[in-house]
């Protein structure tokens, strides 16, 4: 699906009833989001992070721009049954997606919590501690493949009417809906982190990781995927019995878990915000469509 910005004066005036023939001030405040989402390449939490609460601004601007007159009266009136029931069907699968997400990043926040617990009482050997790194890890992977259902569900069923029959806020919710689906994949790709691999690649690619870690070693600061910091540590960690390097040292590892988890927490504290609109737009939407 296309996230280019809404072109403003080729949508806006092709119908008399779409919006005003004066562009409303929130529409160039739409774009303005829209094109600041679509350029931003969100390789960490924080710039994740950034770009979740960026789509809640723009949910709000949407909402806004569903409460004006004009708006309502388009939709009310210019919408056929099929393009009524795409717009609810759409605006649920939105909901679940955002939901299933956030769902997801609770799995892996308590996951990291039970491995931070692991490493801090050290009990069990090394083969306990292998068990648990498992479990994280089988976590990580059931969550970020319960997200990627959700976005293949919703990019199953896009709107089906032609661009050349959709009024202006029909156009500006499939803009605003593609930068959506987006922000998800970049989350679900951050969410990755290690691809599963033979141990022998794996040893491979931690020992590569491993030799740039004194350059790249603050994820956050070189745009490095936390997860992925994490997972070299871990994989290092009991790949090597007898680690005297302070790279493979379990408190490091915990520091860097505690950190992981605190960014879990905001990412999953910026999705329950988005919810929160993306369930006031579908409100908006069953309000106008029953009168």
């Not at 390789?43 to 806004?64: E, P």
């Not at 708006?71 to 679940?96: F, H, I, P, W």
């Amino acid at each position: 699906m296309a996230c280019s910005p809404v072109n403003a004066k080729s949508h806006f005036h092709a119908r008399s009833n779409s919006l005003p023939s004066r562009p409303h001030p929130l529409v160039p405040q739409i774009n303005e989001h829209l094109f600041r989402l679509k350029a931003s390449e969100a390789t960490a939490s924080s710039s994740l992070s950034n770009n979740i609460n960026g789509l809640s601004d723009l949910y709000d601007l949407v909402n806004n721009l569903l409460l004006l007159p004009n708006t309502q009266q388009a939709l009310a009136q210019e919408c056929n049954g099929k393009q009524v029931d795409e717009m609810l069907d759409r605006s649920l699968r939105l909901m679940d997606m955002c939901g299933t997400t956030k769902d997801a990043l609770i799995q892996i926040k308590e996951k990291t919590k039970e491995l931070e617990s692991a490493l801090r009482r050290r009990r069990g050997g090394e083969s306990r501690l292998a068990h648990e790194v498992g479990e994280y890890l089988v976590s990580r992977k059931k969550a970020n493949k319960a997200i990627r259902r959700s976005l293949r569900v919703l990019k199953s069923s896009e709107c089906s009417c032609p661009e050349n029959e959709t009024i202006a806020m029909i156009s500006i919710l499939r803009e605003v809906e593609g930068v959506t689906i987006a922000v998800f994949e970049s989350l679900s790709s951050y969410l990755s982190g290690l691809k599963a691999q033979s141990k022998q690649s794996r040893w491979s690619l931690v020992s590569k990781l491993m030799h740039t870690k004194r350059i790249t070693y603050d994820a956050e600061a070189s745009g490095t995927n936390e997860f992925e910091t994490v997972d070299a540590e871990l994989y290092s960690l009991i790949g090597n019995k007898s680690s005297k390097s302070t790279f493979l040292n379990p408190e490091n590892v915990q520091n860097m878990l505690r950190k992981l988890e605190s960014c879990t927490q905001d990412l999953e504290g910026g999705l329950e915000s988005l919810l929160r609109r993306l369930i006031k737009t579908r409100v908006f939407f069953l309000n106008i469509l029953s009168h």
